[in-house]
Every structure is written in C-alpha cells, then in structure tokens.
C-alpha cells in the first residue's frame, strides 16, 4: 500500500506504524484502533452503540451458527487475503446450512510489530466482502501478543444468519440415490498459498477461488432444488469433505474420476508438488447432495450463476453404509477400477486457511 | 493432571500425547480431536448434527452479539484457566447487554507440541463454566500453528443470547444523576495472573475473581432494577470501562476513591508493583448505572447475590459532558481533592485475558 493510500484510509492518522502491545490492551490506543481503523471500514449501527455486545432484531425461527479460525500463511495471496477469506469462510458455513448470512463478529490476535498498513489492508478486504455479501460487521474484538509469540495475524470470524423455514440441510438429511455435484473447478485456493509460499510463477495467474457462495445457495433454493446437504470443501478438499458426510450421514458415496472438474494449472502444479487435487482446499466451491430427479435443474442453476464457474455431476449416494463400519467413500477411476478415497490424516499444506 | 484422570478424560486414548499439526487439518486427526476431546465435554444435539454451523431455534426479538479473543499468559492462574476465562468473559459480555446468554463458539488456535492433556484440562474448565451457566456450546473450530508462531492456546469465544423486551441497556442510556455502582472488590483477576506470572507467593490464596454475571444481571432485572448501563471491567479495569461509558455515553461521571472496593491482598501487591488498582482487571465484577432511587435497591439484591461479594455506591454521574470535550472521569480522594481519571494508553499488565 502506498504512504497515500494509507493515509486516506486512516484519515486521523494512528500514531504507530506497527502493532503495539497497547493496541490491545483495552486502553487509549485500542480505542484509537476502534475508532480510526475498525469504525470506518464495518461502522454500522450495532457497532456505533460501542457496547460489549451487539443487539439486533432477529425474526422468529432458526439461527444459524458457525466459527473458523483463519490462520492462513501468507496473509496476502492471489487472489485475496487472510481478510477476504475470514469473511467469505464464515459466509459459506452459513450457506452450506441454507441460512442466509446476516451478522458477523469478527476477533484479531495481532502480533506485536505487525506492519499497520497490512492490518488496514485486511480490514479494507473484510469491509468489501461483508459489503459485497450484504452481512454486517457487528462486534469484535482485539488482541496483542508480544513478538515471537504469534504470526503476523490470526482472525476468528463468527457469524449467524437466519434459516428459512422447511429446511433442514445437514449430512443426516442425505438419502441412497442423491446425485453429488460440485460447482466448480477444486483446488485452486490450496495451489493459488502454495505457490505464494514456494514463490513459485509456473501457476500463471492462478489465484484462489476465495468467494461467497450464500448467493448460489440462495439461487437453487429459489428453483426449488430439495437440497439434502451441502458442504465447501476446504481444509482436506473434496475427499475430506465426502467423507465427513459419508460418516456422518451414515451412507457410501461413489464419485466418478474422471467427472470431476480440475483446472490444468492445479493439476501441473499438484504433479510437480506430488499433491492430490482431491485433497486440496478450496474457498469458494460447494458439493451438493440433491435428489437425483433434482440433478439437472441444479446444474442448470449453477450455470446460470456466476459463483458456479464450472458445475458438474461427479457422483452417486449408493446406499447406507454396512452399519458394521462408517459410511465411506469409493472412487471410480478413468480406467474403471474402483479404490476408496480415504480421509487423510491432516492436511497436505497446513495453515491453507 | 495425572495420568489417571487424562485416560478418563479421553475414554478412546488420543494417539498423540501433544497437538500435532495434523489436529487443525480437518482430516482424520482432526477429527478425533472432535470426537474424543470436544464432543464428550460439549456435545449437545446443535453440536451432534456435525455440520459447518449449528442451528437453534430462537424466540423472536432482539439477539446480543459479542465476541473476544482470550491470550492470557499463563493458561492456568490461581481460581480458574484460559478455558473458564473464554466462557465467563463472553457470557458477562452478554449480560452486560441485558442479554441472557444461550448459545456460545468456540475456536482453538493451538500451538503445535502443546500437551494434549492441557487442552484436555481447558476443555473441562470450558464444559464446567457452560454447563454452570446455563449455556450450550454449539459450534467450534480448531487450527494449529507451527512450534513458535503461536502461545500454547489462544482461544476465541462469541456468544449469542436473547435480549427481553423492553430493556436498553448501553452507554447512550446512561442519565445525569444515575448513581454508579459496583459488585464486589476490583484487581484480583490481575493480580492473581501476575502473581503466578511472577511466582511471586505473598499474595496468599488470592483467586481470580473469575465468574458469570449473567444471574447477578437477571436478579437485578428481576427486582424491577431500571439499569442504564452495565459494564464488567476487564481490561484496563475500572478506569476504562468508566472512561469508555463516558466518552460513548456523552456524560462526566464521579468516583468516590474511599467508597471503591479494593481487598488488602490485593492493594498490597498494587504497592509492591507500582499498580493502580483502578487500572487492574477484574473478570467477575461488573459496574452498573442505575437511577439514583433505584441505587439503595440495587445494593441490596447485589448483597444476596453469590456473585456480589462486596456491592457498593462508588459515585455519580454529574452531567453532561461539555459539547467542546469528550465525557471524563474524576476521583474525589480521601481527603477530598480532585483529580481526572484518565483513560490509560494501554493494559498495565499485558496478556491478562
């Protein structure tokens, strides 16, 4: 960011440079941060009562809840930023619950010495996504480690949204039979840090799929679609994803190989890196457990929707899971042999998101 | 913990003795964690459902939103953890809404190699407090960060509670002539981490004054208490939550230094550390702005309340605040001058919650 940029984005501007332990210490210089960094980019109602909590007018029914921590390294990456991402997560767990996102909190643990201008940087991507998403930004809060006890910047987003009546999205809602898509290409998000990370260039412009997805949710619940669940596949990628609810839903799930959509630039970089696509995060994708009967109009949706840039079938629930073990995953590959796509141990790229 | 009470903790033994990367990679490692550390301390039916967010059934109205990193150093201090800590803090910050706390989340960030039989002892602190309170932990997250980009454990809690109707509790509510009030004696949360922090040993069996609020709030709700404001002074202690309430709230308030509430043990190691304990954190007492003919009301229902172990009438608000400045704060001493309680740059004692 540009001294002028940055200026103007803290138009009082901070008298530190960088984080200081007092920035978090609840006295003059966290009130400052509030004032001169926080109000202006999320400044809305809730947040100007300037109380401990945020009060908001909630209609009857079902709220939804969810919490990620972000503790993504680097923090700036093609494509987005620990900011952007914080926001977008947090809307997507929303979505993938069918609610519609309205409310988030949003926690900083800051390492002392952190750079203010990365700090503003990150508050402006957050400002934009909640703004592009329609949520707001109702309370925070802000901490300060000393140097060498953090890294850089660690974000909690918490957010809660409103579930309309009828739904009920969840893996034990997933029936033998449903058909299994995804909205688009997998493993950009996981490629786009990795090669930030390694400093590689051979990715091209290759940038993370970081986005909202609360609008292609919204979009198949207006057509009608009888969602049965749905779920972004990002930390462990599609395969952890599928077997999360394969387990939890209490059903076996066959994907077809060759079906499923991998950008070129992904799967050269996954070759050169000995990754497997299907384990590879993604920000900005969803997987979708619909009625068969149901299939085609979702992917007609999805390809109406600019969220969904490359939908596809990619498989089947085949039936309840022997209950003698947990329901699990099989792939079919190109060649027509069959092998069980496991839930990996951890992640292959940790601190992806 | 002994090796007795860990095995029973964790009735399937987690394989790994310290966290491991792998427990924030959203595979199978992590999925233990969740099954063998987090469900059988927290598991309630939203938690069981195992989707991204939790979804409850709320009453129509007003909901309360807050949220706060916790970073205390160290994680265990005498009269509770970081665990008691996360849960009390976010259930007084509801209550200081005038909220009853209902839902919480949860979100780990762990250093890679922290024993897991001090998560294990933090999620007990955690499962202890909600349960006390009345409140369902329904969602969480976990991340790990490599060995020396992080402390142990930073935990994040948001919280999500019901306001009733009819109360507007905030600063903007505060009137000229509401009396000031607080529940019980200031600075032990401080001292008692500094205390350990230091190994100092003089401060005998000083405790953290650690605690809910939430049914201190309802019982002077319950007695027709007509409270303006409510704020627990953590961080920057007494002196700040007055100056925040009184910048936000447009008014100059007065303290009574001799009517303050400070206990010997405490006051002691302020001397021996050149504290204020004005400035020092509490983290279960709160300050509490009532109409001057509600004050005599309000003392007596502090008085049979558990959690107002030393009520007391420490000053006025005196007006509003000069349009040309920002509300202050200003202490009567004992023997009756008059100075400003400024607002402090930053904490006195970093990392106390």
Chains 1, 2 share one sequence.
Request: aromatic residues 4%.
């Amino acid at each position: 960011m540009k001294e002028r940029d940055f200026e103007l984005a803290c138009p009082a501007p901070l008298r530190h440079r960088t984080v200081q332990l007092a920035h978090g210490g609840g006295g003059r210089l966290s009130r400052e941060l509030i004032e001169q960094v926080f109000m202006p980019a999320f400044g809305g109602a809730a947040l100007s009562a300037r109380h401990d909590g945020a009060v908001v007018r909630a209609p009857s029914g079902r709220i939804a809840m969810t919490t990620d921590g972000y503790v993504v390294r680097p923090l700036f990456f093609p494509g987005g930023d620990i900011g952007k991402l914080a926001i977008c997560g947090t809307i997507n767990d929303l979505a993938m619950t069918g609610a519609t996102p309205r409310w988030l909190a949003v926690a900083f643990v800051l390492e002392e010495g952190l750079p203010m201008e990365d700090l503003v940087r990150v508050v402006g991507s957050m400002r934009d996504a909640a703004r592009a998403a329609g949520v707001e930004i109702v309370t925070g809060d802000t901490k300060v480690v000393d140097r060498g006890k953090g890294d850089k910047m660690f974000v909690t987003t918490t957010g809660v949204g409103v579930v309309p009546e009828g739904i009920e999205i969840e893996p034990r809602s997933v029936r033998p039979g449903d058909a299994v898509l995804v909205s688009g290409d997998l493993g950009r998000h996981g490629i786009a840090v990795l090669s930030v990370r390694e400093g590689l260039t051979l990715t091209g412009a290759l940038e993370s799929d970081c986005a909202p997805l609360d609008g292609l949710v919204s979009a198949l619940l207006a057509a009608n679609v009888g969602i049965h669940c749905l779920r972004d596949p990002t930390r462990g990628g599609l395969a952890s994803a599928l077997n999360e609810i394969a387990m939890d839903g209490g059903v076996d799930i066959e994907i077809d190989e060759a079906a499923v959509p991998v950008n070129e630039a992904v799967a050269g970089a996954c070759e050169l890196f000995g990754l497997d696509p299907l384990y590879v995060a993604c920000e900005g994708r969803l997987v979708a457990f619909v009625p068969q009967e149901h299939a085609a109009r979702s992917l007609d949706v999805m390809r109406a929707h600019p969220a969904a840039p490359a939908p596809a079938l990619i498989g089947t629930v085949l039936g309840p899971a022997d209950p003698a073990r947990r329901g699990r995953v099989t792939l079919r590959s190109r060649i027509g042999t069959s092998r069980l796509l496991d839930i990996p141990a951890g992640e292959q790229l940790p601190r992806i998101c």
